[in-house]
């Protein structure tokens, strides 16, 4: 049986303005209907930046899965404004570099929307370069930059941001296991710059400390060792590691492993779960991630019923989540894309400029990771309180749904 618009946003959860989601005063949405003859100005047009070829085509893949399932559901329910979805698939290789390339290709086009690039560095390049448009765009990046309204009025940040992360590591470190001597391994990126300052503002401004140990490696490297040497030597009883790029952790890990090493250690990433099997138990036992409360459940007991555990089900049935379950679960394509029809069909319109409008007034919208809340200034949609510090051996456990739900840390506040 085919879902209309109103039907499938009532079974995902997110229909019902009045029960929390705030747009305006406007009333209740209306089905979205189509002649099936409507003009080029109103075929909705998805621009689409991933990384098809290059070093992280495949590490990057999995985070689109989750943009997949929601293009299908949309679309299975009438499209927008009546019309299937088109999207215009960009190569950006994972580089920086190339967005300026993409966005024209992609501005020829004439995309109301964009989703993606991956990493916050080609985030950054990819929203300055798609200004011009201008188009309502999302990309996964964790910078605290694109969350600025005022800076990139267009772009919307439904991720956690560097100084939520920066915090929540630090409070975890600082105050839940009381550890004072506190290192920082962080990549050479946008991210990395970002988490870095974020971090020692944290540090600084609320336990009036600083890091004991900073080590920054370039994207890509293969050898942590000589890093994570330094951090002994440099008597770090804990440490935040933090790049976008999956593989960092495993090769941490082995790193650990073979100089011994095994400080209390929180990972901006921790997807390679297969990888795991071969690291001491000490070591996987003080290894945590930061993660979304609603993927995470406490010691003793298992993953909650409801909307993320349903959403998790899609996420395990989709082939190209494979592998990287965590990465698909955690990616904010969906939220975004299930947002953007319930605006589209609320405002009626496909027009970027009304649209950001709408979105600068979302309040408490329902997510599959948390609420979601945007202002003009604030674009920043994820609630501080949504990020929690989970356990890394618990990637294992039957009950985590392949890695995508994880055990609360000890102490660890949900």
Known sequence: MKLSRRELLRSTGRFGLAAGVALGTAPALAACGGSGSAGESDRSRLGWIQPKTGALAAAYKPAYAAARLAVQEINAAGGLRGEPVTLLEEDDEGKPGTQPTVAR????????????????????????????????QSAWGVADTLGDGRRFPFHYQLV???????????????????????GLLVENSEYGDSIRRAFSSVLMDNYRTKAVSLQVFTPGTLDMAPFVKKLDRDGAKAVGLFSGQPQTSVLTLKAMTATGYAPLTVSHELSYIDAYDAVPQELMERFYTTTYAAFSYPKGSSPPTGRAREYAGKILAEPSAAGLEFTAATSPYYDFLMLLAEVVEREKTLAPDKLKNAFDK??????TRGKISFTSERHTGIDDDTLVVASLRSAKDKASMGGIFRELAPGSRA
């Open 105 to 136: 290709r992609l501005l020829r086009k004439e995309p109301q929307f964009v989703l993606g690039p991956t990493g916050s560095s080609q985030a950054v390049a990819s929203v300055s370069a798609l200004e011009r448009g201008p188009v309502l």
């Open 160 to 182: 956690f941001n560097t100084r939520q992360q920066a915090t929540a590591v630090a409070r975890y470190l600082f105050e839940s296991r009381g550890v004072r001597e506190i």
């Open 362 to 367: 979302v309040t408490g919208y329902q997510g």
